[in-house]
């Protein structure tokens, strides 16, 4: 392997380092730093406002004005919060919500979809944790809740956050829908019939009767509004925020703060068809308008200091309603796990681009495929960590033609070695002449000095598919694999720090280096194998790149240590896989297996001494 070969490997290694840098320097400390913000805004946060309304992409028929925006707009808590979240739900009479999925509940004060936990999903692998809450009402801690309604250009009296509901049954379940009605004196009847599937899709179909003596017209609306912004997993490759597919604007990601740093912290955006709301990395709440009908949409931020408020709303075209006639609309609310079954499953009742609600990323084309072909090995085998395993062989069997090709370049570069180092000391210091003639030598022997690295920088996209993977989909949340692993999805939980638990304290907790110490069996592993692998050749003659390559090692392993263990157990299977590989393709070759000499050699300390 020469100069330009290890030039290559650097440069691939230090592309993957690149991930590993960003959790270790920023995207921990940035969690850290979250965590704490979230233990302030339970303590600050305040009720939050109704949602802002503006008027649609108006027609050129002449209607009666839009709501004005001072009537429904988010805005940061103004009052210190002191309920827990029991007594928030307490304040309000309420539906029960019991489906396969949902634990929750729907408050008749306001009509708000603001109580929903889900069955399937516990914090912990303990399945006697609590379960995931995601949903919580206005006036208690970490307020997150859905809604939907009318809004009038004039001064009708509509049902707002304290409008007292009655309602037609007492618990909302996957076979029974609820139907809530308000009468608001004034001739206008108004119901709202809500459905749930025995998923996470709730659908809401809001009608009005008119009584009345003269025309009204409505615009139908519906928000996902939050209070703070919540503690976010952390990695650099996933989106948590804003996110959304307006008409034909493609997905809209976009963070908290860069929806603060828009003109009147507001993104509008218009089209027919498609949702928007916010996504965490396994949950989202997500308000789906109907499909064949256009809306506006806004991403928006109020309030200052470290509580703010964020909404994502829509706003239909004006509904006018005759007198003694009625009018409807029928949207949906999704509020659950990213299933990714399931999300394709609503894709194809019509909601467009609903799979894009997990971030797939630039990779879509082969993350998605890998996470299929996982999945598929995980319902033959039974376990997620052995369909990394059987991935890994798939992969090396796929690159197994370039492989054979790569290591016979290898084999020939070994066997040009005392060519090259005759050159070495013809030509002295003279790095042109010598470049030169080693192009020159390299041509006449017919070896593609990079031929080495192919199949290695081929695989780095396979890589972070897989990476991607472990990282988005809740298939992988809380998978279990052997042994010690009981989440895949989350780093070993062993440490050498604390020898392996026997001291009971966390090192990955120490203030400062902490988030250094992540070193637990696997990854010791990881390292180990990668360092077998690179004693298979000799070792660099330049110094610079001989303290490199044997420090890479060490640097891989503590950079990988926090990530994934799945992807941690990707990387040692394939290393040994290619130490196997190489030993096998070079001796077929007749090329001398360095791998012993070289451990021998790392080990003669009495020689290193003299």
């Known amino acids: 392997m020469n100069e330009y070969t290890k030039n290559v490997i650097i440069a691939a290694g230090l592309s993957m380092l690149f991930i590993g840098a960003w959790d270790y320097f920023y995207a921990f400390p940035k969690l850290e730093q979250e965590r704490q913000t979230q233990a302030e805004q339970i303590k600050k946060t305040a009720q939050a406002q109704a949602p802002a309304a503006r008027k649609p992409a108006a027609p050129e028929t002449k209607q009666a004005q839009a709501p004005t925006a001072t009537q429904q707009q988010p805005a940061a808590a103004q009052k210190p919060v002191k309920k ?14 019991d489906t396969p999925s949902i634990a929750g509940s729907i408050a008749l004060v306001g009509g708000r979809i603001d109580d ?4 399937n999903y516990h914090e912990t692998v303990d399945p006697k944790s609590p379960i995931i809450v995601l949903l919580s009402p206005e006036n208690g801690p970490d307020p997150y809740y859905a809604e ?12 707002n956050a304290q409008t007292l509901w009655t309602a037609d049954r007492t618990t909302l379940s996957a076979a029974q829908p609820v139907t809530l ?41 519906m928000r996902v509004a ?53 996504t965490e990395k396994y949950w989202a709440a997500v308000a789906v308008p109907q499909q064949d009908k256009p809306f506006e949409a806004r991403f928006s931020a109020t309030g200052a200091g470290t509580v703010k408020a964020y909404q994502a709303d829509t706003v239909g075209a004006p509904l006018t309603i005759q007198p003694g006639a009625s009018g409807e609309t029928s949207q949906r609310i999704f509020a659950g796990a990213k299933v990714v079954d ?21 990779f879509y084309f082969l993350t998605r495929p890998m996470f299929r072909l996982i999945d598929n090995l995980f319902h033959v085998l039974g376990n997620f960590g052995l369909a990394i395993l059987a991935v890994t062989v798939l992969v090396k069997i796929a690159f197994l033609p370039l492989a ?99 001291i009971p304290f966390d090192p990955t907790q120490i203030p400062l280096f902490g988030s250094f110490l992540w070193l ?91």
């Open 84 to 97: 827990t979240r029991e007594a928030a739900l307490a304040e309000s009479p309420r539906i029960a919500i």
């Open 116 to 119: 929903v936990s889900l069955k």
């Open 148 to 159: 939907t309604g009318f809004l009038a250009a004039g001064d009708a009296a509509l049902p």
């Open 181 to 221: 009605s308000y009468d608001n004196g004034q001739g206008l009847v108004f119901k709202r019939k809500i459905a749930v599937d025995d998923r996470y899709m709730f659908t809401v179909a809001d009608s009005v009767e008119n009584h009345a003596d003269k025309p009204v017209t409505l615009y139908s609306y």
């Open 226 to 278: 939050r209070v703070g912004i919540p503690a976010g997993a952390g990695y650099a490759a996933l989106h948590e925020g804003f996110i959304g597919v307006i008409g034909e604007s493609g997905v809209q990601e976009m963070k908290y703060e860069k929806v603060e740093k828009e003109p009147h912290a507001t993104k509008t955006l218009s089209g027919t068809g498609g949702w928007l709301g916010f």
């Open 342 to 362: 399931m999300l394709d499953a609503y894709q194809a009742q019509g909601i467009e681009h609903f799979d894009l609600l997990i971030d797939w990323g630039w």
């Open 404 to 502: 054979n090709k790569s290591y016979q370049a290898v084999a020939k570069m070994k066997e040009v070695q005392p060519k090259i180092q005759a050159l070495k000391e013809k030509y002295g210091d003279d790095k042109q002449t010598l470049s030169r003639e080693q192009m020159a030598l390299f041509k006449r022997e017919k070896i593609n000095p990079a031929g080495g690295c192919l199949p290695m920088l081929l695989q780095i996209p396979v890589f972070f598919s897989l990476y991607k993977v472990l990282v988005i989909t809740i298939e992988m949340r809380h998978a279990p694999f052997y042994g010690w692993i009981k989440d895949l999805s989350a780093p070993d939980p062993t440490n050498i720090f604390n020898l392996f638990g026997l």
């Open 520 to 610: 637990g069996v696997w990854p010791i592993i990881m390292g180990f194998t990668m360092w077998m692998q690179m004693k298979m050749n000799p070792e660099p003659t330049d110094e610079i790149q001989r303290i490199a390559f044997a420090w890479m090692p060490v640097i891989f392993t503590f950079s990988l240590g926090s990530f994934a263990s799945g992807l941690v157990i990707y990387w040692s299977w394939n290393n040994i896989l290619s130490v196997t590989q190489q030993w096998y393709i070079m001796r077929r070759a007749g090329v001398k297996f360095e791998l012993w000499d070289n451990l021998k050699k790392t080990f003669d300390f009495k020689k290193k001494a003299a």
